[in-house]
């Protein structure tokens, strides 16, 4: 697109250089940047884009893009607008032809059951018609699978992924749409036909200044929903208040809703339940576990049936949902006791995974979990509680201490401790190796915190870490010991 054509009628000042050059792409990640791209320079909490406009300019940025202006930038059209904010969604719009108007777009946002929530939508769509996705473990374009390193991509991304969805013949998307992505307005640039609240506990609190303020960011979503849309609340949430309205459609498995869970039955091959939703009853299955899970169901059930699916037709869909990697995942290892991967790293992510547990268990349940580092500390020792409260044995280990040392978010995890039925082992593959040691038939390990995550963040230097593939290694060396 010519770059005059792009700025018309936009709050865009050309301080230096040629509005009369073709833009090939836009972006704000100065490593993405290829020939005849505009490169956007904005400044922000912890790296300054202006600091990146050289390593643009070398990779073959032809305009840049900035909120003041630099007089001695060469070589590259230099345009200017006091709101980067404000300008980046338009730009994003024109630049990709607003695929939201093309796409039927569907939002999850709340602390816990995003990604679930999104995979099980998708999976119950894709019969009907090729879904897209977006969220923290991939990004989903046709058959093109790419990892994520957000929960929620920046405003560009997003438009750029949508625009290649649409051109890929797929009609819906799902996303997960995070607090942080709401409050750095990510989102500005998007619209919504559905959205779905699923819940908010204790986390982030390192980032907003209160639950209060979490929720103010959270609630931002719903009001990006377009005229007519449908926004789906759980109101077993003491929050959902602030998300219902007078047409909104509710879900629970506690209280009267428009669509509600009873009678919940798990066994280590899934959960059954019974749905009630406007006059009907059905029973159901879900290959996942635990009322959290038939949580995270019902919300994607009632969403489908609010756009015209028969609960027939998702009954049978649901059957075959072949579950998210790193969530409540179950290693095949073939040994007399069971081995979880789960990617809970808040407190209450992780004690409705521990209940669903204890409530399968033959004998005895081991945790195995840590925190991350540059996180929310406050965290650290509520998990250690809830770990200990509804576990035989915990043992705390490293997660990503990023740039914090190991032993010190060990300690401060140590402080929620009241028994002694724990061991400390910073060393993440000698904790696992050591809790694998431990189970006899009949016994459950949880290994909660980095579940589907590939790669362990330790100061500056990334190793390759998958918790499943340790497992399944360490489960082996024991067979051939043996």
Not at 32 to 43: E, K, M, Q
Not at 161 to 179: I, N, P, T
């Amino acid at each position: 697109m010519k770059l005059k054509k792009l700025l018309q009628d936009l709050p865009i000042t050309v301080a230096k250089g040629s509005k009369d050059i073709e833009v090939t792409g836009i972006t704000e990640h100065s490593q993405f940047v290829g020939p005849g791209n505009l490169f956007i320079a904005r400044r922000g909490a912890k790296f300054d884009g202006t600091a990146y406009i050289p390593n643009a300019i070398l990779a073959g940025a032809v305009a840049i893009l900035s909120d003041m202006v630099n007089p001695f930038l060469e070589g590259v059209t230099q345009l200017v607008t006091p709101d980067l904010n404000a300008a980046i969604p338009l730009l994003a719009k024109r630049f990709y032809k607003d695929p939201v108007e093309e796409i039927f777009l569907i939002g999850v946002t709340g602390t816990s059951g995003k990604t679930t929530l999104t995979y099980l939508i998708k999976h119950l769509l894709e019969p009907s018609s090729p879904t897209g996705l977006m969220g923290g473990v991939e990004t989903i374009v046709g058959e093109r699978r790419m990892e994520s390193s957000l929960t929620t991509l920046d405003c560009l991304s997003s438009m750029r992924f949508l625009r290649e969805m649409v051109d890929h013949g797929q009609k819906r998307a799902v996303m997960e749409v995070s607090s942080h992505a709401l409050s750095q307005n990510r989102v500005d640039a998007l619209s919504f036909d559905a959205a779905i609240f699923t819940n908010l506990t204790p986390e982030h609190l390192d980032y907003h200044d209160s639950m209060e303020s979490y929720a103010k960011e959270k609630v931002k979503l719903f009001k990006k929903i377009k005229k007519g849309g449908i926004g789906i609340v759980n109101v077993d949430s003491p929050y959902a208040p602030l998300f219902t309205s007078s047409k909104s459609v509710t879900y629970s498995i506690e209280r009267d809703a428009d669509y509600r869970a009873k009678e919940l039955h798990t066994s280590l091959e899934g959960t059954h339940f019974t749905l009630e939703a406007k006059g009907e009853r059905l029973s159901f299955f879900t290959p996942l576990l635990g009322a959290f899970n038939v949580s995270n169901t019902i919300a994607a059930i009632s969403l489908l049936h609010e756009m015209g699916f028969s609960l027939k037709t998702l009954q049978e869909r649901l059957f075959t949902f072949p579950g998210v990697r790193g969530r409540l995942e179950l290693v095949e290892t073939g040994r007399p006791f069971s081995i979880f991967v789960d990617h809970a790293h808040k407190e209450d992510a992780l004690k409705n995974v521990l209940v669903t547990l204890q409530s399968l268990k033959k004998a005895k349940v081991f945790t195995l979990f840590g925190c991350g580092g540059d996180r929310d500390r406050s965290k650290r020792p509520r998990m250690a509680k809830v770990a200990e409260e509804l576990s035989d044995h915990v043992i705390i280990t490293s997660d990503n201490p990023r740039t914090e040392k190991p032993e010190v978010i060990l300690q401060e995890i140590a402080l929620g401790f009241t028994l002694k039925n724990h061991t400390i082992i910073s060393d993440r593959l000698e904790a696992i190796r050591y809790a694998v040691s431990l189970l006899k038939e009949g016994d459950i390990l949880l290994i909660a915190g980095k579940g589907h995550e590939t790669k362990q963040y330790v100061g500056g230097s990334i190793f390759d870490f998958d918790d499943v593939k340790v497992v399944q290694e360490i489960v082996q060396d024991l067979e051939v010991a043996l």
